[in-house]
């Protein structure tokens, strides 16, 4: 899948809302930056590498040439680009137990918006409107966001203890050797390749009752070829 790249996947949400009430939610995004503790239940989510929300009004698209004749919208529309670690219904859940106030704010003026709660409607809301990404690439695909934290923690305490024990004797640098090894034992991970996770578990169940349906398709026409044997 296109939007997905090692353990990272691409979620890209466009969603129609009302074009008088824009103004509404760029002040609800501005008091967001302001008041972290806004989004603090996001931003304690280590699956997360990336999150953004961006309103584009229905007259402020882009024209690439004077003979692009413009789009006459009714509406402007809300952008949300994100990439995360994890299946796509963990991510969609995790952002609903952690901001589901910030979500309806967030969302609330959007077309037929549903709520946070229950997750059922606004699973269905976001598999709409979500698009396939055509093009995603990541520096570090086999890396997690706290596979990069560790990595970072790991590179900083290697280059102190480089600079502390370089003039040490033998037997003190197997000790502060041996003090590093302790301290970063819970960082010192293997990066390997996750199993894909498909759009959302809907996918998924939708896949594993074809493959069933196949196999059971196979398993007749074997049986009534050796009817005919």
């Not at 991510?91 to 059922?120: A, C, E, H, M, Q």
Request: charge should be positive; proline fraction near 5%; aromatic fraction near 14%.
């Amino acid at each position: 899948m296109s939007n997905i790249a090692g353990k990272a996947y691409a979620m890209s949400v466009i969603t129609p809302i009302r074009w008088y009430m824009t103004w509404i939610n760029k002040l609800f995004f501005w008091i967001a930056q302001k008041r972290k503790s806004t989004l603090k239940g996001l931003i304690t989510l280590s699956l997360i590498h990336y999150a953004r929300w961006v309103v584009v009004g229905r007259k402020q698209f882009p024209h690439l040439h004077p003979d692009q004749p413009k789009e006459d919208l009714h509406y402007s529309y809300m952008l949300f680009f994100s990439n995360f670690n994890g299946s796509w219904d963990q991510y969609v859940d995790s952002f609903t137990f952690s901001i589901p106030s910030g979500l309806d704010l967030f969302w609330k003026w959007n077309v037929r918006y549903p709520r946070s709660v229950p997750l059922t409607p606004f699973h269905e809301y976001i598999r709409y409107n979500q698009i396939e990404t055509t093009h995603y690439y990541s520096a570090y695909p086999l890396a997690s966001s706290n596979d990069i934290k560790a990595a970072k923690k790991v590179r900083q305490a290697v280059m102190d203890f480089d600079s502390s024990c370089s003039d040490a004797s033998p037997d003190e640098f197997m000790k502060q050797y041996k003090g590093l090894l302790r301290n970063l034992q819970n960082d010192l991970g293997d990066m390997r390749p996750t199993p894909i996770v498909s759009m959302s578990a809907h996918q998924v169940e939708k896949r594993r009752q074809r493959d069933v349906r196949k196999e059971e398709e196979r398993l007749a026409a074997l049986q009534e070829e050796r009817k005919h044997a």
